[in-house]
């Protein structure tokens, strides 16, 4: 069985500084992981997917997060962040042949 | 990536009625999924909607309370029947090319039961 675990359920940050949202995961076998963007009254954005290859990913606009296998996590970071990033950040593991399994996600809220 | 469209976006409706929400993609997709989101909660997978034949159901989730239907490769519908104000979550559809593909989501349906 998988399982998420996003040990931060809220993270108040202040306007420009760098930010980190953990994600830990939990498989018996390879995974995907892929982290999502929510903001108010809409559905998940992919912000950015580990498939194979770099365990460093980027995504279009700043966030990065790395894969650390040894260590069961896929944290999100954002060096500068901007009062648009506010919203419900959202980490998935996804084992070959098995459904997405989604954490329980962070509300990341950044204060002017 | 795919353009997803649920309908509607939102209802009201009374306990003991039914509603039926429709996902429309504008390209033909492999796999399609209908998840719950409970108030403040993350994403549940309801069942997986497979184009022909008979959805298959997640754990704790039934035809009877949630009848799915894919008749082709770029519409499906979820009908929560019967429902009672446990029901009220946002619905969301989400499709994926292939299996290992990301999944990607409409808007999502927030629905609240009186």
């Known amino acids: 069985a998988q399982s998420v675990t996003q040990l931060d359920s809220q993270v108040p940050v202040f306007e420009e500084a760098p930010v980190e949202l953990r994600c830990n995961y939990s498989s018996s076998v390879s995974v995907y992981l892929f982290w999502y963007v929510q903001y108010p009254n809409q559905g998940l954005q992919l912000l950015l997917k580990y498939l194979s290859g770099s365990t460093l990913v980027e995504s279009i606009n700043g966030f990065e997060a790395e894969f650390n296998k040894s260590q069961t996590s896929f944290h999100l970071r954002k060096p500068s962040v901007h009062i648009s990033d506010t919203a419900e950040y959202f980490c998935?593991?996804?084992?070959?042949?098995?459904?997405?399994?989604f954490g329980p996600g962070t509300r990341l809220s950044v204060l002017p | 990536s795919a353009v997803i469209s649920q309908k509607p976006s939102r209802d009201i409706c009374q306990r003991g009625t039914s509603l039926t929400i429709q996902c429309q993609v504008d390209s033909q997709v492999t796999m399609m999924f209908w998840y719950r989101q409970q108030p403040g909660q993350s994403l549940t997978l309801i069942a997986t909607?497979?184009?022909?034949?008979?959805?298959?159901?997640e754990s704790g989730f039934v035809i009877d309370k949630f009848p799915i239907s894919r008749p082709n490769l770029t519409f499906s519908t979820l009908t929560v029947s019967n429902m009672s104000p446990e029901d009220s979550s946002i619905y969301l559809c989400?499709?994926?090319?292939?299996?290992?593909?990301?999944?990607?989501f409409g808007d999502g349906t927030r629905l609240s039961i009186l």
């Open positions: 909607a497979n184009q022909g034949s008979e959805a298959t159901y």
């Open positions: 989400s499709v994926a090319e292939t299996e290992n593909q990301p999944q990607h």
């Open positions: 998935a593991v996804k084992g070959y042949g098995q459904n997405f399994v």
